[in-house]
T-cell receptor, first 115, second 115 residues
Framework: DAGVIQSPRHEVTEMGQEVTLRCKPISGHNSLFWYRQTMMRGLELLIYFNNNVPIDDSGMPEDRFSAKMPNASFSTLKIQPSEPRDSAVYFC?????????????FGPGTRLTVL | KNQVEQSPQSLIILEGKNCTLQCNYTVSPFSNLRWYKQDTGRGPVSLTIMTFSENTKSNGRYTATLDADTKQSSLHITASQLSDSASYICVVTLYSGGGADGLTFGKGTHLIIQP
């Protein structure tokens, strides 16, 4: 299996622009997670989906952030408009099962820089 | 407030030596505790997952211990190798298992193995 696939790997954009990050989970996994990692705050869970349904998005920082999972093999995280403080590494992870006791497999991450 | 504190923040040891990383948490009620290894520029990789009823779990040269009474966990690395140089992150899951509050992350321990 190719593992969790994320694109792009690097994104540099200007403040105010829309940014879309993409994720393909491991085939057969039914949970998908979006994380953000910064030096100051460490890893943070933004949102997670189970069977394509958003279970809890309380980790999403603001209305500027939105996530969708139109099918079992694809998810997007969108930031509109982007701000410099959104600069971080964004990880997508997937697992077979829910949050409770299932190993999560992380993608390589997207490094976002907002100028 | 649910918190996960890791120590030390950083550690440098010589190749071949053993080391122990600490994780103290206040998360309650507790479901499980995970240790991740994160190489520079890559996504975290799961090392161990333990429920409250498990005291020890091993993964090769990595051994995690858990004391649910004192809310402490440790990760012991035996006969360290250069490839062990990475950040090690402790993550604790709430018993309910749901929502962004369901996961509480430590800031990690940055380990450097010197030849």
């Amino acid at each position: 299996d190719a593992g969790v696939i994320q694109s792009p790997r690097h994104e540099v954009t200007e403040m105010g622009q829309e940014v879309t990050l993409r994720c393909k989970p491991i085939s057969g996994h039914n949970s998908l997670f979006w994380y953000r990692q910064t030096m100051m705050r460490g890893l943070e869970l933004l949102i997670y989906f189970n069977n394509n349904v958003p279970i809890d998005d309380s980790g999403m920082p603001e209305d500027r952030f939105s996530a969708k999972m139109p099918n079992a093999s694809f998810s997007t995280l969108k930031i509109q408009p982007s701000e410099p403080r959104d600069s971080a590494v964004y990880f997508c992870a997937s697992s077979l099962g829910d949050l409770s006791y299932n190993e999560q497999f992380f993608g390589p991450g997207t490094r976002l820089t907002v100028l | 407030k649910n918190q996960v504190e890791q120590s030390p923040q950083s550690l440098i040891i010589l190749e071949g030596k053993n080391c122990t990383l600490q994780c103290n948490y206040t998360v309650s009620p507790f479901s499980n505790l995970r240790w991740y290894k994160q190489d520079t520029g890559r996504g975290p990789v799961s090392l161990t997952i333990m429920t409250f009823s498990e005291n020890t779990k091993s993964n090769g040269r990595y051994t995690a211990t858990l004391d649910a009474d004192t809310k402490q966990s440790s990760l012991h690395i035996t006969a360290s190798q250069l490839s062990d140089s990475a950040s090690y992150i402790c993550v604790v899951t709430l018993y309910s298992g749901g929502g962004a509050d369901g996961l509480t992350f430590g800031k990690g321990t940055h380990l450097i193995i010197q030849p």
